[in-house]
């Protein structure tokens, strides 16, 4: 996937200001996230390692919320 923004500098307008609005638009057009997100591949996750793992999150989670009430941490 290619994607071109086209910024032209208007009349009177300073460099700064054209900078800016290539900036938003590149911004807002979202292919930076993209890019962050095509940086690294990721081996695809089955669905009994996502369910354990978040088993494991909660009971984490369940634990720390202990801890503080007794005292802990």
Known sequence: MVMAIKTRKEEGESVGSLIYRFNRKV???GI?????NRRFWLRPINRNRRRVSALRRDEKRRQIEK???????
Do not use: A, N, Q, V
Not at 67 to 73: A, T
């Open 32 to 36: 930076l996230r993209e890019f962050k």
């Open 67 to 73: 801890d503080k009430k007794l005292g802990k941490l």
């Open 27 to 29: 911004r807002r057009s």
